[in-house]
């Protein structure tokens, strides 16, 4: 059980997720997770609206299924499997949040100020709304989400994959390190 209940080294993980992408390929699929709320959308019938959802959602049906797996994971491994350690960070990591304000830093691996409901604001719920909102937009715009670029589009070797690579790396570290620090809600 402590195998499981570790962060799995890279050279266990990096395999796994080359093995992975190999059968994405070998199978004609693609990984995103994006492109799922498309596809239940279009299940639902929601091409009666909208042209965007005229398509052939059936080809797509088993990354429903790979989103209700993470789902469903999640949920197992923090309601069963969730260890009972703190999480080992970096100390200018841990610095740089105590300047942001937060505190508990390292007991859990979400901020208990942003995501412990008993501690929540209307400013941290707004702040929550909007970011997904911008998200969700630009995993549209951009064609895909991080993980179905870096992953996905970078395997088959996608040159605008690699752009939106490093315009997620560009936007993370500029979001670090000139927005965060000044319109956290707290």
């Known amino acids: 059980m ?14 796994l997720i080359a093995l992975t992408m190999f059968l994405l390929l070998y199978f004609g699929k693609e990984f995103g997770v994006s492109n799922t709320l498309r596809v ?5 019938g929601a091409q009666k609206f909208s042209d965007f959802f005229h398509w052939d959602w059936r080809s797509q049906k088993w990354n429903i299924i790979f989103v209700g797996g993470g789902v469903i994971g999640g949920f197992i491994s923090y309601m069963f499997l969730e260890a009972d350690h703190t999480v080992a960070l970096a100390s200018s990591s841990v610095e740089n949040m105590r300047d942001m304000g937060l505190t508990n830093i390292g007991e859990s691996y979400l901020p208990s100020q942003i995501f412990n409901p008993e501690e929540i604001t209307v400013g941290t719920v707004a702040y929550l709304i909007v970011a997904g909102f911008l998200v969700g937009f630009g995993a549209r715009y951009a064609g895909g989400c991080t993980s179905g670029h870096a992953i996905s589009g ?29 319109i956290l809600p707290f």
């Open 154 to 182: 970078l395997a088959n070797l996608q040159l605008p994959s690699l752009i939106a690579v490093i315009g997620f790396f560009i936007g993370g570290m500029a979001m670090t390190y000139y927005i965060l620090p000044h």
């Open 40 to 44: 239940a959308c279009s299940a639902a």
């Open 2 to 15: 402590d195998f499981i209940l570790q962060p799995w080294p890279w050279y266990v993980v990096g395999p």
